[in-house]
């Protein structure tokens, strides 16, 4: 028994094992300080289902072999342009998603394959690269944002020039997906189109990664020697994964956006991709193997820990951010362990 | 006085009639610099600002900045690339300097007590840095930046939540509201200009000072040193031109009724900053330093030939964050307040996106590539607003512009970098 859980002990991992033990702390004190559950339970699908898809997005990547995505803001700054397409059509409901899906898709996908591009010549280094390439794109769409020639009223600043930070979805497309089918058990809320939208994306990767493609893709990202060697494209494998998770990110924030109700613009996408990255780690991947269930997992532990969090803190100590600093610590320690995983040691 | 540094460059292989290629390559070597240089002359052309204005901003800039660029020039030495983790001896430098107005000592001793105190703080911080670089060799950059952002998450838990509830401190001045954690901005009067007030001088004079000290050294390593090359020799006489142009502006400017004149340096503050340019030439005449390059240059050799690779990385680090830490010091002494959690954190970027403006690279930078890439990206700064104005009609689109460069030049530097290693990667495989 004490072998098992030892054995468990050493899979997990030194700070999962500090995580896990760390959010059962919070539940049982949520429990103490009568914190109502089916509401935190609520809180917890829907935030899931927000970030779940950013976390997936994950996936394709370290299992090509490029890493972690740490440049999935070019994906989500594609599906921001969709989005803002589908308000400037004046679109509505779900035909404004699909639409702003639709439009978002083939932007990710050309932008993806100039940066798969780039991260096929900067082998080695495709984390700090990537990092960089996101935050330059973020803040050259800063310029974008001011200068686009949109023009709904809804989106641009009532005096001066360009687009607002935020954006209400209000009456547009605000909760569409988390509406559909939801069921209400009392004070326990299923957003059931959000949840379904999240693991259908799941169940067609997973599907994807057992396609012939797929396997290829990933016999690329396990062993490029073995890849060359069975004749495999190295270099077209890396740009499809890429292509794929830039594309995830662009569905994301759109299904993001409409869950939170609110599109955000300009430095909001900025650090999106480390959140996805911490996640798929704490759920148990590296930084060269990743499977659906770390990307479940991750999404669950790290949202868990942040929904929670929040109230419990508030109860215990009446200092803000709390639950914030805890997030900024947690996720950049995990992401810290994972590179000390790699190693490069001796 | 830029321009003139750059007629004088480019003039040079002509001069010693080596031909085009030379020129060629010098445009080659320097690009990213050159072509900051063109940037920031239209940048100070559309601004239409005057250069009194541009060039007093540009003293106060340097005179916070430069210590925290010449930070970094040690861990690129040693091959462990950009240092993002002097985030976290900014973080030290900080601590102190909260410690010292908590207890109300004031003026230079409250300075130089901070400095005392940030001091081991940085090197305790630096050591855990270099550890844990050490195991993720090879992704050193990434690691000092998620680094940064982690102690900031820890900086932050120390901060808000524990100062006041398991750190008992009472000072109104000091805390929130409710007792717990540290306000958003703290003042820092008692400490406000406890370098910089120490001697000021005027720019003129200051420009005549730094003409005469470059003319001494240079003259000295032409006629001091008997086995000096040729190409060192050359480098001395254009050096002595340079100096005679500083010299002689200086004393136009003087002489005339500019505004120029009344610009203020802080002369203390200027001499730490050349100071630690020395400190960052000379220390690779030592043991050290050469072991700092020979690791820099291949672990693997360095370890053959006795040199103990995973501590001079760590002292590399160290060094590198105790210099942050007392250029962070220098920073908030001339700012006046502290933005509690603010003011540390863009610091590592900028440092790096001046250095690469200036010319170097991951694996090279010099005290000079920092000297010229903190004008230049300063320069940026002071007229970028002004410029978008004139150009686009707004200057928010000028500040955006600027944090573009800035990222931009950080992700082409480590891409045309990432891009050179993965080739002579391949190349290696291939022979």
């Known amino acids: ?346 | 006085m830029r321009t003139e540094i750059k007629t004088n460059v480019g003039n040079l292989p002509k001069k010693t009639g080596q031909g085009i290629s030379n020129v060629r390559s010098f445009l080659f070597d320097n690009m990213v610099m050159l072509l900051f240089v063109v940037i920031c002359g239209l940048g100070i052309w559309f601004s239409k600002l005057p250069i009194s204005f541009i060039l007093s901003d540009l003293v106060v800039r340097i005179a916070r900045n430069a210590f925290l660029i010449l930070a970094l020039l040690i861990p690129v030495m040693a091959g462990m690339g950009l240092n993002f983790a002097i985030v976290l001896g900014a973080m030290a430098g900080q601590l102190a300097i909260l410690m010292v107005v908590h207890w109300q000592i004031g003026g230079l001793v409250g300075f130089l007590l901070a400095v005392l105190i940030s001091t081991p703080l940085a090197m305790l911080f630096g050591v855990m840095t270099g550890r844990l670089l050490n195991k993720t060799r090879g992704q050193e950059m990434i690691t000092s930046m998620v680094t940064g952002f982690f102690a900031n998450g820890l900086y932050q838990l120390l901060l808000l939540v524990l100062v006041g509830t398991l750190i008992k401190i009472n000072n109104p001045e000091l805390l929130l509201g409710n007792g717990i954690g540290v306000k958003n901005t703290v003042d820092l009067r008692i400490v406000t200009n406890a370098i910089d007030g120490m001697y000021i001088v005027s720019l003129p004079v200051f420009g005549f000072a730094v003409a005469a000290a470059m003319g001494a050294y240079y003259l000295f390593s032409l006629f001091g040193q008997s086995h000096s090359t040729a190409a060192a020799r050359n480098k001395s006489f254009l050096y002595l031109g340079l100096a005679a142009v500083i010299a002689a502006g200086s004393m136009m400017v003087k002489s005339s009724d500019s505004l120029i004149n009344f610009i203020e340096v802080p002369a203390v503050t200027f001499a730490l900053i050349a100071i630690a340019c020395l400190f960052n030439l000379f220390i690779i005449k030592t043991k050290l330093g050469q072991d700092f390059r020979t690791v820099g240059q291949d672990q693997h050799i360095a370890k053959v030939s006795g040199i103990d690779v995973n501590k001079t990385r760590i002292i590399a680090i160290t060094i590198s964050t105790v210099l942050a830490a007392w250029g962070q010091l220098l920073l908030l002494q001339n700012f006046g307040n502290l933005n509690t959690y603010g003011s540390h954190e863009s610091v590592g970027m900028f440092a790096i996106a001046a250095l690469l403006i200036g010319g170097a690279s991951v694996a090279k930078a010099t005290v000079g590539q920092a000297l010229i890439g903190m004008v230049l990206f300063h320069t940026l700064f002071i007229v970028s607003p002004n410029a978008g104005k004139t150009l686009l009609g707004d200057a928010q689109l000028g500040e955006f512009f600027r944090a573009f460069v800035a990222y931009g030049v950080i992700a082409a530097s480590l891409a045309m970098y990432a891009w050179k290693r993965a080739m002579a990667g391949k190349k290696k495989l291939q022979a």
Request: one cysteine or more; a positive charge.
């Open chain 1, 1 to 346: 028994m004490l072998d098992r859980i030892r054995l468990l002990l050493k899979e997990l991992g030194l700070p999962r094992t500090i995580i896990v033990s760390f959010l059962a702390v919070l539940v049982i004190l949520a429990a103490i300080y009568d914190i109502p559950l089916p509401a935190l339970m609520s809180d917890l699908l829907v935030r899931v289902g927000m970030n779940g898809i950013f976390v997936l997005a994950m996936l394709p990547a370290i299992v090509s072999g490029i890493g972690p995505n740490f440049g999935l803001p070019l994906g989500i700054l594609g599906g921001l342009v969709g989005a803002l397409l589908a308000i400037e059509w004046n679109l509505t409901g779900l035909t404004a998603i699909i639409v702003a899906i639709l439009t978002g898709l083939p932007l990710a996908v050309l932008i993806g394959m100039a940066y798969g591009w780039l991260l096929n010549k900067v082998k080695g280094s495709e984390m700090m690269v990537s990092t960089y390439v996101g935050f330059s794109f973020v803040s050259l769409m800063n310029i974008g944002w001011t200068l686009l020639p949109f023009t709904s009223a809804a989106m641009r600043w009532p005096i001066g020039r360009g687009l607002r930070v935020t954006i209400s979805l209000e009456d547009r497309y605000d909760q569409v997906l988390n509406k559909i089918f939801s069921i209400n058990i009392g004070g326990f809320t299923i957003p059931t189109g959000l949840i379904l939208v999240f693991l259908v994306l799941c169940l067609l990767v997973w599907l994807f990664m057992r396609s012939k493609t797929g396997i290829a893709m990933k016999a690329v990202g396990d062993s490029r020697q073995f890849a060359v060697a069975s004749g495999l494209s190295v270099d077209t494998n890396r740009i499809l994964g890429t292509v794929l998770s830039t594309a995830l990110g662009a569905i994301g924030i759109v299904v993001f956006s409409q869950s939170f109700g609110f599109l955000q613009l300009y430095e909001a996408p900025m650090f999106m991709g480390f959140a996805a990255v911490a996640s798929i780690l704490i759920g148990g991947a590296t930084v060269r193997k990743a499977s659906i269930s770390n990307v479940i997992i991750g999404a669950i532990l790290l949202q868990g820990l942040l929904v929670i969090a929040l109230p419990v803190a508030n109860k215990i100590i009446t200092v803000g951010g709390v639950a914030e600093i805890a997030r900024i610590i947690v996720s950049n320690g995990i992401i810290l362990y994972a590179l000390a995983q790699v190693g490069g040691g001796d």
